[in-house]
């Protein structure tokens, strides 16, 4: 079992910056990917970023390439979220997931577990 705790979520107006983090314990040992996700409401919970733990590839949505940077620190088993340049279609609670077979996916059926989400409101 692994536990996803996400901080760093918050009210913040346009163009602002947050960082999110995303703390894993329990099964840490193994490599995994790590991706953020979110969902604003009404609507699905879409892909943000990835990152692969051997070789430590990243991913972007199209809608957050060259703003947003995800990075990892293994030796805290953190995760993190830059965000920068925040727009107010950004707003949605933030979900953080891991994938044990470490492929770094968009698609969420492929990540085994998820944190409890952090909202971010962007005002405009």
């Known amino acids: 079992q692994v536990q996803l705790v996400e901080s760093g979520g918050g009210l913040v107006q346009a163009g602002g910056s947050l960082r999110l983090s995303c703390a894993a314990s329990g099964r840490t040992s193994s490599s995994y990917a790590m991706g953020w996700f979110r969902q604003a409401p009404g609507k699905e919970r879409e892909f943000v970023s990835a990152i692969t733990d051997r070789g430590g590839s990243t991913y972007y949505a199209e809608s957050v390439k060259a703003r947003f940077t995800i990075s990892r620190d293994n030796n805290k088993n953190t995760v993190y979220l830059q965000m920068n340049s925040l727009k107010p279609e950004d707003t949605a609670v933030y979900y953080c997931?891991?994938?044990?077979?470490?492929?770094?996916?968009?698609?969420?059926?492929?990540?085994?577990?998820w944190g409890q989400g952090t909202q971010v409101t962007v005002s405009s």
């Open positions: 997931a891991a994938d044990f077979l470490d492929r770094g996916s968009s698609y969420r059926d492929m990540y085994n577990y």
